[in-house]
Structure formats: structure tokens, C-alpha cells
């Protein structure tokens, strides 16, 4: 069973860091991008960052330059280095996984991030919360 585990949030002052993690399991890790979302109360889900099967990134314009996505596919395991954050990045973050094709190919990441290829995978997210 797929299975996405996302943790390292909480509550962190403005312009502080946080590295949040997203443990997956019960599917091919190497083939597949693996992207993190966030959603505020009110507000509709954005694409924040994305890792391709290949190494490459992609990232939503707000983060560029301040948030670094990584992955090890021997733990099969991503993680998203959050740096200089600011209140406008509350949220709960999820991280989630693709396995149909619609815009990119299957692996890969659309650019910019998001595009339009289905996430499909996803797991309960874990919450920021940046304080002014």
C-alpha cells in the first residue's frame, strides 16, 4: 500500500528554518516525482516544490531561493529545507506523489511547478505555522 509520511513542522519565528520530512513506502521510489503542496485555511492548495525521479527540481516562484527540495531514494525519503520564512508560508504541507501522466512524464516534474499532471498519492501533511 502506498503510504506517505510527512513530519518536522511546528512553529517557528519569522525568518526562521524548518526541514520537513516525507517517509514513503509501498511503491517504486526511483520512478516516480515526488511534489509538496500547502494549503492555508481558506485558501486553495498551491504546488510548492518538486523532486524528479532524476534528480531534478522545480520550485512555485515564492519559494525560489529560499526553499531546497531533496531526496534519498535509499531511504525513500524527500525532504524540503524551508528557510528565511515568512507568515505568508503557513500552512499544512503535503507531500504526494503522481502515477498517470497529463502534462509531464511520469517521474518528472512540470516547469514552473505546478503543472498539470494528477497528484494521486498523498500523505495527511504536517503544519507550519510562522509567526510575525
Known amino acids: 500500500h502506498v503510504h506517505f509520511v510527512e513530519s518536522g513542522g511546528g512553529l517557528v519565528q519569522n525568518g526562521g528554518s524548518l526541514r520537513l520530512s516525507c517517509a514513503t513506502s509501498g511503491f517504486t521510489f526511483d520512478d516516480y516525482a515526488i511534489g509538496w503542496f500547502r494549503q492555508a485555511p481558506g485558501k486553495e492548495r498551491e504546488g510548492v516544490s518538486c523532486s524528479s525521479s532524476d534528480g531534478a527540481t522545480a520550485y512555485a516562484d515564492s519559494v525560489k531561493g529560499r526553499f531546497i527540495i531533496s531526496r534519498d531514494n535509499d531511504k525513500s525519503t524527500v525532504y524540503l529545507q524551508m528557510n528565511s520564512l515568512e507568515p505568508e508560508d503557513t500552512a499544512k504541507y503535503y507531500c504526494?506523489?503522481?502515477?498517470?501522466?497529463?502534462?509531464?512524464?511520469?517521474?518528472?516534474?512540470?516547469?514552473?511547478?505546478?503543472?498539470?499532471?494528477?497528484?494521486?498519492?498523498w500523505g495527511l501533511g504536517t503544519q507550519v505555522t510562522v509567526s510575525a
Open positions: 504526494a506523489t503522481y502515477t498517470s501522466s497529463r502534462g509531464a512524464m511520469i517521474g518528472q516534474c512540470s516547469n514552473p511547478f505546478p503543472g498539470l499532471d494528477p497528484y494521486d498519492y
